[in-house]
T-cell receptor
Framework: NAGVTQTPKFQVLKTGQSMTLQCAQD?????MYWYRQDPGMGLRLIYY???????DKGEVPNGYNVSRLNKREFSLRLESAAPSQTSVYFC?????????FGEGSRLTVL | GENVEQHPSTLSVQEGDSAVIKCTYS??????FPWYKQELGKRPQLIID?????GEKKDQRIAVTLNKTAKHFSLHITETQPEDSAVYFC????????????FGKGTTLSVSS
């Protein structure tokens, strides 16, 4: 089992460009999440999906959109990237409580 | 919404000493409190968790205590080792376990030998 797989691992964007971070899990989990991690700020929840077909805003949703494509996949889209979105993004999934994280995607917006 | 405060932000101890990290939460409806460890350049991984119907839980050298009345919980690491050096995050959930976890800002633990 691969667990939680997210792509790409690294990306550099220019201000105003758009991109989509992809996430897939093979653990048959119902819930999936997107967090961003910035130095000294911990892990902040962007969006989550408690089950297929539902999505909810987290702590810092502005500038992002998500799609729960099916039970396995949960994507995060930046429509018009800003330097403030430079961060490490983690996708995660959970079944009975424990969050399983992907390896992270390091995004730099110039 | 839920707010989780974590202290201290950095903690340095000598090998063999104990380390304690404390967190407070704001929403009395929270019922699930996990702790995650993140080594440099790696993903966070669960090390221990506690639910609101339990006051303390131990797993070898680590333990977590929960005081629901005061809305705080703590991580205790005994006999620290250099490999315990990492960033530790506490978290709380207001819904079903694992849904909408809100994290503290993290504690960087350094264990020197």
């Amino acid at each position: 089992n691969a667990g939680v797989t997210q792509t790409p691992k690294f990306q550099v964007l220019k201000t105003g460009q758009s991109m989509t971070l992809q996430c897939a899990q093979d653990m048959n989990h119902n819930s999936m999440y997107w967090y961003r991690q910035d130095p000294g700020m911990g892990l902040r929840l962007i969006y989550y999906s408690a089950s297929e077909g539902t999505t909810d805003k987290g702590e810092v949703p502005n500038g992002y959109n998500v799609s729960r494509l099916n039970k396995r996949e949960f994507s995060l889209r930046l429509e018009s990237a800003a330097p403030s979105q430079t961060s490490v993004y983690f996708c995660a999934s959970s079944g009975l409580g424990e969050l399983f994280f992907g390896e992270g995607s390091r995004l730099t917006v110039l | 919404g839920e707010n989780v405060e974590q202290h201290p932000s950095t903690l340095s101890v000598q090998e063999g000493d104990s380390a304690v990290i404390k967190c407070t939460y704001s929403d009395s409806a929270s019922n699930y409190f996990p702790w995650y460890k993140q080594e440099l350049g790696k993903r966070p991984q669960l090390i221990i968790d506690i639910r609101s119907n339990v006051g303390e839980k131990k797993d070898q050298r680590i333990a977590v205590t929960l005081n629901k009345t005061a809305k705080h919980f703590s991580l205790h690491i005994t006999e620290t080792q250099p490999e315990d050096s990492a960033v530790y995050f506490c978290a709380a959930s207001t819904k079903e376990a694992g849904t909408a976890l809100i994290f503290g800002k993290g504690t960087t633990l350094s264990v020197s030998s």
